[in-house]
């Protein structure tokens, strides 16, 4: 297009919340990347955000975004964006707590200020006055004929004496009728919904919980420091820096506010504000092992130190309850330890599959076991590289014990799918139990397809019974 070539924006991104408000950032056909990083072409100070949270780009005149696999996603006039996705003149897109409005260029009413929107409240209320009295109708002035009711025939001054005034009764009566006959109709007209106006989503709520968790083990073998952090704004971030093995990992994410809120009535019950600053002890030549925790709960703010020592029984459940949070809400688990501890407990996992594989004909669920241990074993190894020489014992433990069990189950099903079809009820019963009992957990398809079997199996037994 003439204007891409002239090197005129085609389209503007202006920051109507968020930090960086009233800027505008001018979009030509370079891609242009977001996020918090200051990398990034249009970098948002906004905690949300990911480094790189999405891109926009011009393509054949039309204007582009496409989410970088951020945490929170990227969300266009509400929706939650899946792929590429055009963006049209006045799209809201928000990121985080930051929110763009989308000008195009060849539009010229995007070159003015945009009117405030119009809220519509429904219809004016209904005038509670009388109505006004209507002109002489008559031709030439006239006045209009009068009907005799009877009120105004001159009567005797005896007769007036006499008889009792029913005018007034009359009128009110009257009165009393057009009254609920205006209101019989105001209330038959419909009430008019008002349109409601598109808000662009607010992020949750966040409860007011800090923390800084910091754990560092360093001996002259080497440096290992893990760090967790949860922000005001509930971003959940977690550091590993393990100089021996040169392994640096960070992963971070937000967090629903009602899963802060749980975890922080958890921490104020937990007894750690009566904790003392420090608790120090004494290491080893060459050693130093630290725990700190810092909490802001509120307006109370308590910080905790262990130098050397074994924990407090509290510091040490609020620590693994911390721990057990990052896991949960991050998807980590074994970078929180150094690579010995890590090796460590690989073998300790990995003796216990071999233990369980051993004793498979003993128990029906223990070559489940084993195979569940040995996905332990190699899952400590997951962010160790180069790999302990007993890795290649894992890998080809798992495969084997995976296959053993594998074969089971089918010898087992092929036994009773044949008894289910010879109708003999109690041998289909017994494999189907067997299966149950070889894959003991109730997620695996197969577990379910088995309890399945064996509940209709069981019926028909009970109804030959009878």
């Not at 894992?394 to 189950?409: F, H, P, W």
């Not at 397809?449 to 009970?462: I, Y």
């Amino acid at each position: 297009m003439a204007d891409e070539a002239n090197g005129a924006a085609l389209f503007t991104l202006c920051v109507e919340n968020g930090p960086g408000r009233g800027r505008e950032y001018p979009v030509q056909g370079e891609a242009l990347t977001i996020g918090r990083s200051s990398s990034n072409a249009i970098a948002l100070a906004d905690p949300i955000l990911s480094r790189h949270h999405c891109l926009v780009s011009v393509e054949n005149g039309a204007l582009m975004i496409e989410d970088q696999s951020s945490a929170n996603g990227t969300i266009v006039n509400g929706s939650l964006i899946d792929g590429k996705t055009e963006l049209k003149d006045g799209d809201a897109i928000t990121l985080g707590d930051t929110i763009l409005r989308v000008r195009d260029a060849r539009h010229p009413a995007t070159q003015h200020e945009v009117a405030p929107p119009v809220i519509d409240l429904g219809p004016a209320p209904v005038s509670q006055d009388k109505p006004p009295v209507a002109s002489d109708p008559s031709p030439g002035g006239e006045a209009a004929p009068v009907v005799d009711l009877g009120f105004e025939k001159p009567e005797a001054a005896d007769d007036v004496a006499k008889k009792p005034n029913w005018r007034p009764l009359v009128w009110g009566v009257a009165a009393i009728a057009v009254f609920a006959m205006a209101a019989s109709v105001i209330l038959r007209q419909p009430v008019e919904t008002p349109v409601p106006v598109f808000t662009p989503p607010k992020p949750p709520a966040i409860t007011p919980l800090e923390i800084l968790y910091e754990k560092t083990e360093a001996s002259t073998g080497g440096v290992f420091r893990y760090c967790m952090e949860l922000s005001p704004a509930g971003v959940l971030s977690v550091e590993i820096d393990d100089l021996a093995e040169d392994r640096h990992v960070r992963k971070e994410a937000a967090v629903p506010s009602n899963r802060i809120e749980r975890l922080a009535r958890e921490l104020d019950g937990s007894g750690f504000a009566h904790l003392s600053a420090k608790y120090e002890g004494v290491a080893p030549e060459n050693v130093m092992n630290t725990l700190e925790i810092t909490l802001v709960l509120g307006d109370n703010v308590k910080r905790s130190e262990v130098v050397n020592r074994v924990e407090p029984e509290v510091f040490r459940n609020v620590r693994e309850t911390l721990e057990t949070f990052g896991k949960n809400e991050l998807g980590i688990w074994a970078i929180q330890f150094s690579r010995e501890r890590l090796v460590e407990l690989s073998k300790e996992a990995l003796t216990r599959a071999g233990n369980f594989f051993d004793e498979r004909g003993i128990d029906y669920g223990n070559l489940y076991k084993a195979i569940k241990r040995y996905e332990e074993a190699a899952f400590y190894l997951d962010t160790i590289d180069p790999k302990p020489d007993f890795y290649s014992d894992i890998v080809s433990g798992l495969a084997t014990a995976t296959e053993e069990l594998d074969q089971r189950y089918e010898e087992r099903r092929f036994l009773a799918d044949r008894a289910i079809n010879l109708k003999d009820w109690t041998t289909a019963a017994s494999e189907l139990r067997i299966i149950r009992e070889l894959i003991p957990d109730r997620d695996d398809e197969r577990h379910a397809e088995a309890g399945r079997k064996l509940l209709d199996v069981e019926t028909r037994m009970k109804a030959k019974e009878r």
